[in-house]
Structures are given as C-alpha cells and as structure tokens.
Antibody, heavy 127, light 107 residues
Framework: QITLKESGPTLVKPTQTLTLTCTFS??????????VGWIRQPPGKALEWLTLIYWNDDERYRPSLMSRLTISRDTSKNQVVLTMTNMDPVDTATYYCAHFESITLFGVVAPWYFDYWGQGVLVTVSS | DIQMTQSPSSLSASVGDRVTVTCQAN??????LNWYQQKPGKAPKLLIYDASNLRTGVPSRFSGGGSGTHFTFTISSLQPEDIATYYC?????????FGPGTKVDIK
C-alpha cells in the first residue's frame, strides 16, 4: 500500500524559504520507473505542477519557478524534500506530493500519471 | 507549455444523468492525457490514464475518450458520490499541465 504525507510549516513570511518534506511508504524511490512530484493548488484554483525527481535522481522543474525550487531525496528515510525560496503571498496554496510512474516518450523519460497523492499541506504566505 | 482548457467550468445534473466534460489541448498530445477527480478538501485521485484506460478499482460508469487535441470524460450515470471537480492533465511535454477543472454537482 503506497502512502505519502507532506509535512512542514503552514505559515511563512514573505521572502522566507519554504521547506516541505514528503514521507512515503509502500515503494522505493530506487525502483526503476518510479518518481515523486510536487504539485500545488492555490485556494479555489487549479493544480500546478512544480517539480519532480526520478528513481535515477534526475530532476525536473517548472521553468517559470526553476530559480526558486530545489527537490532532493533521502532514500534511506523514504523522504523527498521541496525547497522554495523567496516566498510571496501568491505562493499561498495547498502543496501536494505524489507518486508517479514514468514512461518513455520519443526517447525521453516523462512522468506518466500521478497515481498516489498525499493529503496536502496548506501553506499561507503572510507577514 | 501546453495549454489545457475544459468545458463547461461547472455543471449541475440529476442523479442517473449522463454527464460529459470536454478537454482541449492547444497542440496535438496524441492520447497522453489523464483524468483526476478531486472532492472538496481532498487530494486528487487518478481515474483514467492514456485518455481512455480506467484505473483498476474505478467504477465502470467513468470513461474517457479522444486523441490529438480533443478529449472527453463521461459519467454514464451520475451518482451522489461523484460530486467533485474533474481535471484533465497532459503528459506529452514537460511541464505536465492541468486543465482548469470542471465542477460537477447534483441538481
């Protein structure tokens, strides 16, 4: 049974750095074809993919946020960490981590579908 | 980025009605499309992948179709537990992008 759970601060001040941890069970991030992604959702709005990490430690970032995002993993702890710098009130959102299976399209490995999600953590950015 | 649009943005239907949501991509994405269900206050759940493949355990009243730029998501007989927002998501190109969602409720 695959489960994921996000943890971290629910309130951060503008300009601060947000660090969220995704702790998972039921799979190994060393298994070929597996990955973990972060997706956020501002209140009342749609889902927005942020970043992901593959089983082989390859990382991908949303281009518009690339300069602010870092994703890393601790395989021994079954954790993936998201760091987002210079937080702004527009970054107020529920942040989800999700397990995905990957697929090779046109010779490139890509996330196929996000099939298991954490419950999400609402992060509010306010002074 | 590939832009996804959905219509309608919301709909009300009666229990037992057939409900269809459309999703369009601004470029050809073949069948590289997923559908998710999100109930209020909950995380999204994967329902359909590869445009038309039902995830194991998902009720058969849900179905998907289409390819290229035009896709459909159908609930053949709307049930009270289907009240949710439904999102399409393409994986043809990074970044993966989601549609704006279609909110479905009971009339």
């Amino acid at each position: 049974q695959i489960t994921l759970k996000e943890s971290g601060p629910t309130l951060v001040k503008p300009t601060q750095t947000l660090t969220l941890t995704c702790t998972f069970s039921g799979f190994s991030l060393s298994s070929s074809g597996v990955g973990v992604g972060w997706i956020r959702q501002p209140p009342g709005k749609a889902l927005e993919w942020l970043t992901l990490i593959y089983w082989n430690d390859d990382e991908r970032y949303r281009p518009s946020l690339m300069s602010r995002l870092t994703i890393s993993r601790d395989t021994s702890k079954n954790q993936v960490v998201l760091t987002m710098t210079n937080m702004d009130p527009v970054d107020t959102a529920t942040y989800y981590c999700a397990h995905f299976e990957s697929i090779t399209l046109f010779g490139v490995v890509a996330p196929w579908y996000f099939d298991y999600w954490g419950q999400g953590v609402l992060v509010t950015v306010s002074s | 980025d590939i832009q996804m649009t959905q219509s309608p943005s919301s709909l009300s239907a009666s229990v037992g009605d057939r409900v269809t949501v459309t999703c369009q991509a601004n470029q050809d994405i073949s069948n590289y499309l997923n559908w998710y269900q999100q109930k209020p206050g909950k995380a999204p759940k994967l329902l359909i992948y590869d445009a038309s493949n039902l995830r194991t355990g998902v009720p058969s009243r849900f179905s998907g179709g289409g390819s290229g730029t035009h896709f459909t998501f159908t609930i053949s007989s709307l049930q009270p537990e289907d009240i949710a927002t439904y999102y399409c998501q393409q994986y043809d190109n990074l970044p993966p992008t989601f549609g704006p969602g279609t909110k479905v409720d009971i009339k």
